[in-house]
């Protein structure tokens, strides 16, 4: 069964970056190498994976993708701290 990973990358410039990929490794390489200009990540320095989730069915991944975009770096860093609690009670 093929897994589909949603990740949130810390750029050293302090944002956040979330994507969705089922190749983790060769997707945070690419991010990671910086020479990439097709990446939204380029240019913004150094990046770390700072989250990983796993699903087995992709549209569930893309939908928590695009859900975790729109959310507030506040509410980005509670999910990366594993402080479930206060995502509810944040923008």
């Known amino acids: 069964m093929k897994s589909y990973y949603v990740f949130i990358l810390k750029c050293e410039d302090g944002t956040y970056f979330t994507g969705f990929t089922s190749n ?3 997707q945070l390489e690419a991010h990671q190498s910086g020479t990439r200009k097709d990446l939204a990540t380029y240019g913004r320095g150094a990046v ?3 989250f990983q989730t796993k699903f087995n069915i992709a549209a569930m991944a893309l939908e928590a993708k695009k859900q975790i975009k729109r959310w507030s770096s506040t509410k980005k ?3 990366i701290n594993g402080e479930f609690e206060k995502l509810s009670s944040l923008t």
């Open 48 to 50: 770390s994976l700072v």
């Open 24 to 26: 983790l490794e060769l």
């Open 77 to 79: 860093e509670a999910l």
